[in-house]
């Protein structure tokens, strides 16, 4: 990452627990899609999820290694997916861990992003710059009312005027001709940090989450 960047420190959680994190989503999803459809095929599950054919595979096997699932053939060649007690029981612990698991992700978010404005604020910045178009930007911008913070614009890969509650949505193209006094870095990734230095940003006006 760039030195000049401000940049808080990353969530404490490792990269142990976010593996674990990714699997338990990926198994709740799939538990979920066959409590609604129990004879779905793989590949509608795969197209659905957004994952691999094959990763879907295998999760489908462990589930049925495990006990959490019952598989059966119906007529024509098709197979039903069938929920155990002990499956549903897996569901509710994996809904419980996952709604624990977002609330504090949020409050961290919140946390940081809070942070981050006191010290835009400190450094006698006004008028801010979200780079990216999601959940972070959205509680950035929740998290600006009140605040003697201008939002300019947000800056993602295609242009949308009036497409971030009322706000523009700028395309990369759009960047170089923005006056800003600070932009906020709404993901994890260090790609968007390399991006916006490709850009010819000022980054001493850059902060990180």
Known sequence: MNNNVHDMNRPNTNKIERIRAEHDDITLRILDELTRESSITQRNLSNKL???????????KRLGKKGHIK???IPKNRVKYILTPKGFTEKVRLTY???????????DIRTRIDS??????ASGAK??????DGEVAEISFVSMRGLPLNLVGVVDRKRVDNGFFGHNVYSFEDFPSLKYDAILISSFGEEETQKIESLGADMEKVYSL
């Open 127 to 132: 008028d801010i710059l979200i780079w990216g």
């Open 50 to 60: 957004g994952i691999a054919l094959g990763l879907v595979n295998t999760y489908i």
């Open 97 to 107: 861990e996952y709604m624990h698991y977002s609330i504090n992700y949020f409050k």
């Open 71 to 73: 598989v059966t053939t």
């Open 116 to 121: 981050i404005f006191r010290k835009m604020i």
